[in-house]
């Protein structure tokens, strides 16, 4: 991926100084580069605050409350996880993290559920089943209040920047459905096939 980013920037590069746009080019970069810190500096603020409260929720014990009512949902997707393993509790902290859109505070916690899931394949060069159900989890998932997206929003003067809320309740638990019938569906044609 590298390599092909880097070709696109001296491709341009290079038709900007063969078709004398080179000054449009530089005056492009400042404007990005410009617009690039002016989000960073709006989102700083939204972004500490809502790290700040996934701080709370875990250090009051509601995100420990929350892994405990999915705790029974959770061990029925991953039946190959022993009880009281690691991975377990790693993968319900990531998806109470995921779930109020702490993208950022979940992912060491998704580092940490596949380091353990790792621990537990028969099969290292492989991604277990378990591993795979994770991921499809993990990328499609459940989201109830997308900080990020709202943090986004609110930078770019949404007038109400909470109004997606209900779109993306909807998408996050489609997508997380179609992931897990999907994963179900491979999974299954896998186990046919051996």
Do not use: Y
């Amino acid at each position: 991926m590298n390599a092909v980013f880097a070709c696109l920037v001296i491709g341009g590069l290079l038709m900007a100084v063969l078709s004398g746009r080179v000054t449009e080019v530089n005056q492009g970069i400042l404007t990005a580069a410009r617009s690039a810190a002016d989000t960073l500096l709006g989102l700083l603020g939204i972004f500490t605050l809502w790290l700040g409260v996934a701080r709370v929720a875990e250090k009051s014990g509601l995100l420990a409350a929350i892994t405990r009512l999915l705790e029974p949902l959770v061990r029925r997707m991953f039946p190959s996880i022993p009880p009281g393993h690691p991975a377990l509790g790693a993968i319900l902290m990531n998806l109470s993290a995921n779930l109020f859109g702490f993208g950022s505070a979940a992912t060491p916690f998704g580092l940490k559920a596949m380091a353990e899931l790792q621990k537990l394949n028969p099969r290292k060069e492989e991604a277990s089943e378990a591993m795979c159900t994770f991921l499809a989890i993990n990328t499609s998932g459940v989201t109830l209040f997308p900080a990020t997206i709202v943090a986004l929003r609110a930078n770019a003067g949404a007038a109400d920047p909470v109004d997606i809320v209900g779109t993306a309740l909807f998408a996050t638990s489609v997508s997380t459905c179609t992931a897990l019938v999907a994963d179900w569906w491979f999974r299954r044609r896998a186990r046919r096939r051996n």
